[in-house]
């Protein structure tokens, strides 16, 4: 089995989809002739021409909106966000057209969002964001967030062959530092959560990014058993997944990228609190970025973005409860 | 809110002319009681703070009463007059209910009763708790390593594990434990365990009010299943009773002095003979996640090791029910005893073909020969009357007559 | 700045040669129920059947009706709230549209969208949304699939003036003009967004804008079903050519409020009577007379469907509350649109024609 990178498992997914299925259509800023600002699509316009991967101009609402016009004349539609910061000028199509559609008049809207999001470079504020949770309060939109190379590709696939919108977090930090082995060719990843590590003392549930954080923080915590759930799909949420590593660990921690009002781990917290109560021997505690806008210069910005150091506090102090 | 007098009047409403207006006033009434009006001509003239506008009758008819004069504001969807309808076809359908709050398709979790907290100044977390209760532990005999001397999960846990070494179990005794030698005597006289046995029935009877209740069933569809899936009866009993318990869980309860706990699992029990030696009740845990070809191996699992001596503790433990099944001797019907502190026990008889009357979709009655069995209810009407111990009956004879 | 009024003659004339009798006749009945069906709408929104706002097309039919009368089966329709009679063209009946108005299970969304927010994908229409105009971008979305897919169909979108303002609006001019795609825009300039009038919406006449983004852009008499016919047959064949996409604006005249709940007290009268004057069903009427049509029986028809489609939309049942959460996600496959009715004879007659 190969080993890629998670860009590659990335480019990798799009070029079989495109090999596999004549409807679908690349679309984004700069994918074509240059390849894509992250060179996710490096020379793709040289297999699959012009036409199915497709330079447009600069407009997110355009993007969406006509590729909500494509799929629901049969195509299928995989819309790249240069940053996913940028989803925001596209947000009344995703939410109002797309996300809506087909409760209203039946109508299934099979596009792709890709939206690479997150920080850790300096990006600023406009390129740093993890918007998931405007998303998940949207009805009719799916979102998962792969944090492996191999969830990357079988997510995506996933993502092209569903009938519904899906916004698909890929996290631009993950890009190269990433790596692990990719089955090849055409295999869809389910939207659940995977248990990354096993553990019995304590689980850290996180997704993107984070994994990778929870991971390194929790190799060893005074020897404590850590578990580390990927959460993977955040809409559908794998409730199953999440109540029963609270019902094995009793300890909970939750990871956010994103700022940490109504931030997805805010959503898992609620449902603990709800179904999984009785299982709880420690209140659930959630490490997340303070709501600001994502800083610039390094020192800031890594004050704010949950860190190794930060999670493992945060485990050590929940463990000794 | 029509009474009878109204029945077959017809109510004209205000009207909400936009989503923001609430009210509306009468500037003007068009008729009088005992006028004709035809359906859609206009009947009131009416203001509101977006548009004046005209009201049309909804039916032609009679103007029988004006209930709202001219000045007055009133509320969108009061009612302004009544029409007898006549000759002008059928009256319109009154205005459609409005949509009640939705709850559809959000099932809501059973929130479990709370547990004593034992002592006062010290508070035990939800787990804690509940592995307290189902092993009958007293919490302030434990001693704390969480945070001030909290108590954690892995506190219970050992707790129960260095216990578990010299408790006996709480229900049924294993029969492991080493014979105290022979009482003296005429070289008769019961077993130790046959003893310990006699003693929890005893009790059973002494503490509940026992009352049992049959129904007849019919097997056809089970014995056609097992016989395609190589099982026994019992395994299908076994689910169809689990499947009865989430539907009437009164009876998959604890009843200890006062204290009544209902319980979301199904831990069932069932009873196995060991035949000189009297007999034990092995505990499927969590039996509710197992389909029935799971039921019957773990049951056939813990059979086995019953007879072979190799229960655990554990084994024994946190039975929420319990099924008895004596075998095909032929005996059609029994009286079983409450396993302690659950609060009901089913028995399961022989399976024996007899004549019985069928009905066809016609309504034809006939004869036809069917496998027919008498399962037994013991229950607890301490805890619960004899309707419902009908209905889980007659839930779990629904079950057994729709198996696929 | 002011908007151009097109000279009704000329576009009439041109008309005639891709027109049948039997077509014009459609054209009139298209707009008859139209208004026939919004007026017992507006009468049952008064007695309290019909929930929520209710928005009208009145003085605007030939708008919708003469522009979906040149649509093909093929083609893909993004209709908006004043444009009923397109969806009867397609083939809507209109019990299902009044079932819809009242919010029954019926209607075309089973009560999930209110009024004119429903699009029957059966026959290739979607469903607005409120915010406008969005669906420029679909119909665009649309014609570049048909372009990529080397299809001979074109889109096409309804939009009033006051949506011009927003960047969508220019992100679809924009996108259609660059990738010279098959759309056809028109342009319902009804002379007011609500209670805004254009003076304070505009700088130019927007049909200038089409220039701007590279396309065709033509002003046409909304009141004149034939000359809209005409106007959108024409940028279909533009279209269907490889020529790119059309912009039509519309020149009518909004008689009724915004809703049902406005009065529109901002409107001069004189502004109203002039227009009142120049009433699309009212000229459509008087061409078909004096080509000797029976126009009364005609009303007559139209009447009694609409009378008929009341009597079982009011018995049609509410929906179930218990489905109301049900549909969110799309389960199985994902089933693009369907094709649509298209009555006009040039349609059935040789491909030369279209």
Redesign the interface.
């Known amino acids: 089995m190969p080993t890629l990178t998670y860009l590659q498992a990335i480019s990798a997914a799009l070029r079989d989809e495109l090999r596999a299925d004549e409807r679908v259509?690349l679309m984004g800023e700069d994918i074509g002739v240059f390849g894509g600002a992250f060179k996710v699509t490096d020379g793709f316009i040289d297999e699959f021409g012009p036409?199915?991967v497709m330079d447009?101009?600069l407009?997110e609402?355009?993007i969406?909106?006509?590729?909500?016009?494509?799929?629901?004349?049969?195509?299928r539609?995989v819309c790249e966000m240069q940053f996913s910061d940028f989803i925001s000028c596209g947000f009344?199509?995703l939410v109002?057209?797309a996300g809506?559609?087909?409760?209203?008049?039946?109508?299934?809207?099979?596009i792709t969002v890709r939206l690479p999001s997150g920080g850790g470079f300096s990006g600023g504020p406009f390129h740093s964001q993890n918007p998931e949770a405007w998303f998940m309060h949207a009805?009719?939109i799916?979102v998962v967030a792969p944090s492996t190379a191999a969830d990357a590709k079988g997510l995506l696939h996933s993502a092209i062959r569903d009938?519904?919108p899906v916004c698909f977090m890929e996290h631009k930090h993950l890009y190269r530092r990433v790596k692990g082995e990719v089955p090849s060719g055409v295999f869809e990843t389910p939207f659940t959560a995977r248990v990354a590590r096993p553990g019995s003392?304590l689980v850290v549930m996180a997704y993107g990014a984070m994994v990778t954080v929870a991971l390194e923080a929790t190799e060893d915590v005074d020897g404590a058993s850590v578990e580390v759930l990927d959460l993977r799909s955040l809409v559908p949420l794998d409730e199953e997944a999440i109540l029963d590593s609270v019902a094995r660990c009793?300890k909970v921690v939750i990871v956010d990228e994103a700022n940490s009002t109504c931030a997805a781990g805010a959503q898992v917290a609620a449902l603990i609190a709800?179904?999984g109560?009785?299982?709880?021997?420690?209140p659930v505690v959630r490490v997340a970025t303070p709501d600001v806008p994502i800083p610039f210069s390094p020192p800031l910005e890594q004050a704010v973005l949950p860190g190794v150091e930060r999670v493992r506090g945060a485990c050590r102090e929940l463990l000794?409860? | 809110m029509s009474s009878s007098r109204t029945e077959t009047l017809v109510d004209v409403t205000m009207p909400q002319m936009g989503v923001s207006v609430a009210e509306g006033t009468i500037v003007a009434w068009r008729v009088e009681p005992g006028d004709r009006i035809e359906a859609d001509a206009t009947i009131a003239e009416i203001s509101t703070d977006k548009i004046d506008t005209e009201v049309p009758a909804p039916v032609s008819g009679v103007v029988a009463e004006i209930l709202v004069p001219v000045e007055e504001t009133v509320s969108v969807g009061t009612v302004l007059a009544r029409i007898a309808p006549a000759g002008g076809g059928a009256p319109v359908a009154d205005r459609p209910p409005p949509l009640d709050g939705v709850t559809a398709g959000q099932a809501r979790t059973e929130t479990p009763s709370p547990s004593k907290t034992g002592n006062g100044h010290r508070r035990y977390s939800p787990v804690v708790q509940r592995i307290a209760t189902e092993h009958g532990i007293d919490l302030s005999q434990i001693e704390g390593t969480g945070r001030d001397g909290r108590v954690r999960k892995q506190d219970v846990l050992a707790f129960l594990e260095s216990a578990a070494a010299e408790e006996p179990p709480l229900h049924i005794e294993s029969p492991y434990r080493p014979e105290p030698l022979a009482p003296a005597g005429d070289g008769g006289g019961l077993s130790r365990i046959r003893r310990q046995i006699g003693e929890h029935m005893k009790r059973s009877l002494d503490t509940t009010a026992t009352c049992t209740t049959w129904i007849e069933v019919d097997m056809s569809r089970v014995e056609a299943a097992r016989a395609r899936l190589g099982v026994t009866a019992l395994s299908f009993v076994a689910r169809a009773t689990i499947d009865a318990l989430r539907e009437h869980p009164a009876l998959n309860a604890w009843l200890e002095d006062e204290r009544y706990t209902r319980h979301t699992e199904v831990n069932l029990g069932i009873a196995v003979s060991l035949g000189d030696d009297g007999l034990i009740v092995p505990v499927v845990h969590r039996a509710h996640e197992l389909s029935v070809e799971g039921l019957a191996a773990r049951i056939r699992d813990l059979a086995d090791r019953a007879r072979a001596r190799q229960l655990t503790p554990d084994d024994v433990r946190g039975g929420t029910f319990t099924i008895t099944n004596p075998g095909q001797y032929g005996s059609i019907m029994a009286t079983p005893i409450i396993n302690l502190p659950q609060v009901g026990i089913l028995d399961l008889e022989a399976v024996i073909k007899r004549p019985v009357v069928v009905t066809d979709a016609e309504g034809n009655d006939s004869i036809a020969i069917r496998p027919m069995t008498i399962l037994g209810l013991s229950w607890d009407h301490r805890a619960l009357d004899g309707a419902l111990s009908a209905q889980f009956l007659a839930t779990v004879k629904r079950n057994l007559e729709s198996v696929a | 700045m002011a908007t151009h009024t097109a000279e009704p003659a000329a576009d009439g004339a041109a008309a005639v040669e891709h027109l049948t009798t039997e077509d014009r006749i459609w054209l009139l009945r298209a707009m008859l129920l139209m208004r026939g069906l919004e007026e017992r709408a507006m009468t049952l929104y008064r007695q309290g059947k019909v929930p929520g706002s209710f928005y009208d097309g009145y003085g605007q039919e030939a708008v919708s009706a003469g522009a979906a009368f040149a649509m093909g089966p093929e083609d893909r329709l993004c209709i908006l709230h004043r444009d009923l009679a397109a969806h009867l063209i397609r083939g809507v009946t209109p019990t299902r549209i009044l079932a819809q108005y009242m919010g029954r299970a019926t209607g075309i969304t089973g009560g999930r969208d209110g009024n004119v927010h429903f699009g029957d994908r059966h026959l290739g229409c979607v469903g607005m949304v409120s915010m406008l105009p969005d669906m420029m971008l679909v119909a665009t979305g649309m014609a570049m699939a048909f372009k990529l897919r080397g299809e001979r169909r074109c889109a096409l979108t309804w939009f009033g003036d006051g949506s011009t303002s927003r960047g969508d609006f220019h992100e679809a001019m924009n996108w259609a003009g660059v990738q010279k795609l098959p759309v056809v825009f028109v342009l319902e300039n009804n002379q007011y967004a609500y209670s805004t009038p254009l003076e304070k919406q505009f700088a130019v006449d927007p049909v200038e804008r089409a220039a701007a983004y590279g396309f065709v852009g033509v002003t046409v008499d909304g009141n004149d079903a034939e000359a809209m016919f005409e106007a959108t047959r024409a940028a279909r064949e533009r279209a269907l050519a490889g020529d790119g996409p059309t912009l039509i604006e519309a020149v009518t005249m909004r008689m009724h409020g915004h809703a049902a709940h406005d009065d529109m007290k901002y409107v001069p009268k004189e502004q109203v009577e002039q227009w009142r004057k120049r009433d699309p069903i009212e000229r459509q009427e008087a061409r078909l007379r004096s080509l000797g049509v029976d126009v009364d029986a005609v009303r007559a028809e139209v009447k009694a469907t609409i009378d008929a489609a009341a009597e079982e939309a009011l018995a049609a049942p509410m929906p179930d509350p218990a489905t109301a959460v049900d549909g969110v996600f799309c389960e199985g496959e994902a089933e693009p649109l369907g094709d649509g009715n298209a009555p006009w004879s040039g349609f059935t007659r040789s491909e030369a024609v279209a």
């Open positions: 259509l036409d199915r447009t101009p407009a609402s355009g969406i909106g006509t590729a909500i016009g494509a799929a629901v004349v049969g195509m539609p009344d199509q109002n057209v809506k559609m087909h409760y209203r008049q039946g109508l299934a809207v099979p009805p009719g799916k009938p519904n003392d009793s709800e179904k109560f009785e299982d709880l021997d420690g000794a409860y």
